[in-house]
Structures are given as C-alpha cells and as structure tokens.
C-alpha cells in the first residue's frame, strides 16, 4: 500500500450516516475518539408502513457535523489522512446527475410499501428464489425492489432513467457522488457490501446481475460501479476536509464487524440497537445459510478476495425497551429499565415475543405479531422488564444457534457493542442463555471505527490489519453462571412462546 498524500496526518476521519442521525468521528491511530459531532435528521412517515428521509437534508447534516467535528479541535484537512462512510444500508436514493436532486425522498429500509410487489414474486417461484445468487430471501428490506417503486411511481422517473440522466445508491453512494464533486464530476460506485443488500448483486461474481435486473426492470445506467470496501475512491471538495482521499466504504452491520477485529473465519460480533445484527466472518467462502440467516459480503480490501459473513438480522431488541418507555409508560428513561427487572429474581413464567413487524431472522415471518405469554395474577411491572430484557437474549441465542449450524463453526464467545451493552443484568443474562462468554471492547463506537479502518489501510495509515487487531482491547466479560437444568428450561418456554405468535395477522 502506498502513503497517502498526507503522510504527516496524525488522524483519520469517519462519517457514520445512521438511520436517525449523522455523525463525524475523528480517530487517532490507537483508535480513541479526537473529534465527535451528531446531528438528528426529520423521520417522515407519510403513510402506515412508509418511511422516508429527505436526501437533501442528510447531505446538509453530514456537511456540518464534518465542518463542527474539524472546527472543534481546530483540525485541518492535512490532520486527516482519509475518510471512511459507513452507512444505514437497503436505504434508496435516486437523483438526478445534472441537477443533483433527489426525484424522491430516500425510502428507508424499514419501509413496507413494496410488500405487494415481493408477494406477486414470492407467488412465482417462492420466498428463496434468489437466495442462490444473492443470498438474499424475498423481503421488503433490500434495495432493489425500492428503486424499482421509484422507477414505476414517480412520474417521468423512467424515462429520465433510460435517458440516462438518473443515478441510484444507498446512502453511501449518493455521499461519496456529493462529497467528490456532485454535479462537477462526483464519482458513482459503491462497495461490495452496499451492493449485497440491493438484491441486484451476484455474490459470487460480485457484477451486477443481468437476470435479475431484467426481472426488476432496472436499467443497468442508473446503477454505481461496484468497488471495494478499502481503496481511494476519490478526493473530497468540501473546504473543512479539501482533497482528504475517501477511502472506506462499508455497511453499517459490516463496518461494526470490521471495528470489532473479527478478521478470522468463526469471529462474529452482535449489535445490540434499536434491532440486533449478529454476522460471522466466513472467511472467503459465501456459505449458503440452511437455518434463515442471509448471506453477506463481510467486507473487501483492496485487490483481496472479498470475505463473507453470515448474519443474523433480528428487527426488535432494543425498540422493546423504547415501547415499554414510550406507549406503556413503565419506565421514564431507557437505563431504568434494569434497576426495575432487579426488583425481581426472574421472570415470573412470562415471555414476550416482540413481533411487532414480524420475525427476521430466523423465522421470516411475515405474519407474526407480539405476544405476552404466561401471566397470572402474580406477575408484576419487574416481571414485564425483565422479560423485555430476556427477549433480547433469547432471540440473539436462537440467532447464535442459527449461526453455529450453517457455519459448522462453534462460537468461542460472542463480542458485543450498541447502546444496550451498558446494560449488566441483560449481558449476564446473554451470557448465561448462550452458556458462552460476552465480550465487550473498549471502543464501543465500533461502526464508525469500522470505517475509518478501511480509510485507513487504503491510505496507509495503518500498515495492515495485524495492527488494526492490536488496538481491540476487552473493557468487560461476563461469564456463564446458570446451571444447565435452568438454561435449558428457559429456553424451552421462549421457543413455546415464539410458537405462539405465529400466523396472527391475516
Ligand atoms: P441505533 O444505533 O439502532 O439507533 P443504539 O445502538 O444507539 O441504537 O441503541 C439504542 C437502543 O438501546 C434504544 O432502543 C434503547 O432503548 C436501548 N437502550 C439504551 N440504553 C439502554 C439500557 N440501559 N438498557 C437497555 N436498553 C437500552
């Protein structure tokens, strides 16, 4: 690898685009924080089930969060040696080349509204059948259908398209076009990883695929090329960070796997946030899952063969919290959540399955909804948070399990990040149902790192990745102490309980 043009730079730069806010970070080579700032962006839900961001204002939220982040400790571009983007992912964008406007707000991945259109295919030729190529099962979540809806919706966006005035990205692409010049010359691609969560990608190949794309009816000019995850891409324009070399690109699922060091095959993180997202790195093998994980692009450096991942995407954990907070009112912050499950020992037989949406992983169910199962007279408010807590752990171990099958791989024990990991009674508890030690770093900001690491060995700044595995540093474990009679009961009744919300909406 060659030095990049700024060989005195003490610092590397990371724009972690989430999926209710922006963030710049600013890393030293150890990988502590220099340089922080945040900044919310507008939730528009213009109907049940639609969610959509306004493409324009993250673009502006991310300009000043960079500009605040750089003022602050009063860094110059020539402090930074590059910067990485990592990004909410299946989030769509499209706009147009000569204007730089969006024809649509982004459709968020959360968004339902392409339900019908995966019914029609799922009804020719069933759920999994670009499982093979894509690794991906019919689902409202990815990308592809997204654009397609854009394409077919907004009025005169199909013809634009095939005029070839029209480009489509996830949030990252559609960053690194703004950052590297937009109308006067930005760059269109994105990374392998972005790319495996359109559906449109051949994982294998990692090309664009011409059938499937013809089965969407995409018009292969809108699409970026597709690049590696790690390499110079381009210089930034913006005067706060003027020529800095983008130089990472990754996911935001896969740049917390890259910030956790899980570079061998077998090493897996779990995210635990609004949802959790648990992938292995499978090394340089796509594993086709068996036991309804999906199959990933882990991440690409350089000229590397691309590595894979299995992950295990589950949609509720830590919004269970957010709903017992916000529509019950049990608890007035997040946090009080574990001071009231220890007003209790346990759980008082009841278990709640959050299928608000459905089941992700493993289940894939559309058509299961929440459940409260066990109660009786005796069960009380600590007996309701504690099981909030539990659901998170059960449904990462039915994950963890889902893993361990399809990977042949036994987990050594499992690293953690996201805003639940502060939470000790839920971590032992993780650590006691999966009868396996939990780990958690002593860089929690993990995505962002993530990134900034992949700027940063395409520019040099880290020499490999055998020092980017010498700055993980354990801050907390938690080691298993339920006897096996217990854990084994528990989870007996959890998996009776997910039985029972099944087949609920019609
Ligand atoms: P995201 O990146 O998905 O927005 P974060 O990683 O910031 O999410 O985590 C926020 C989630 O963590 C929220 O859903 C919140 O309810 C939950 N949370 C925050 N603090 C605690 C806590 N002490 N115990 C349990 N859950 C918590």
Known sequence: MTTGDHPMADYIGAIDQGTTSSRFIVFDRSGQIVSVAQKEHTQIFPRPGWVEHDPAEIWRCVTEVIQYAMEARDLKPSDLSGIGITNQRETTVVWNKKTGKAVYNAIVWQD????????????????????????????????????????????????????????????????IWNLTGGVQGGVHLTDVTNASRTQLMDLRTLNWDQDILAEFNIPASVLPKIASSSEVYGRAVLGSIKDVPIAGDLGDQQAALFGQACFQPGEAKNTYGTGSFMLMNTG?????????????????????????????????????????????????????IESLARTVTDNGGIYIVPAFSGLYA???????????VGLTRYVNKGHIARAVLEATAFQVREV????????????????????????????????????????????????????AYAAGLATGFWKDQDELVANWAEDQRWNPSMEEEKRASFYHFWKKAVTRSFDWAE
């Open 112 to 175: 339902t509204r392409v339900a019908d259109k995966v019914e029609e295919l799922i009804a020719n030729g069933g759920q999994d059948r670009y499982r093979a190529k894509t690794g991906l099962p019919l689902a409202t979540y990815f990308s592809g259908l997204k654009l397609r809806w854009i394409l077919d919706s907004v009025p005169g966006a199909r013809m634009a398209a095939e005029a070839g005035d029209l480009l489509f990205g996830n949030i990252d692409s559609f960053l």
């Open 284 to 336: 340089t093998k796509a594993i086709a899952s068996q036991h309804g994980l999906l199959t990933t692009l882990g991440y690409k450096i350089g000229v590397q063969p691309a590595v894979y991942a299995l992950e295990g995407a589950i949609a509720v954990t830590g919004s269970l919290v957010q709903w017992i907070r916000d529509n019950l009112g049990i608890i007035e912050n997040s946090s009080d």
């Open 362 to 372: 493993p289940y894939w169910k559309d058509s299961a909804r929440g459940v409260i």
């Open 400 to 451: 963890v399990d889902a893993m361990q099958q399809d990977s042949g791989i036994e987990l050594a024990n499992l690293r953690t990040d996201g805003g639940m990991v502060v939470n000790q009674l839920l971590m032992q508890f993780q650590s006691d149902i999966l009868n396996k030690p939990v780990v958690r770093p002593m860089v929690q900001e993990t995505t962002a790192l993530g990134a």
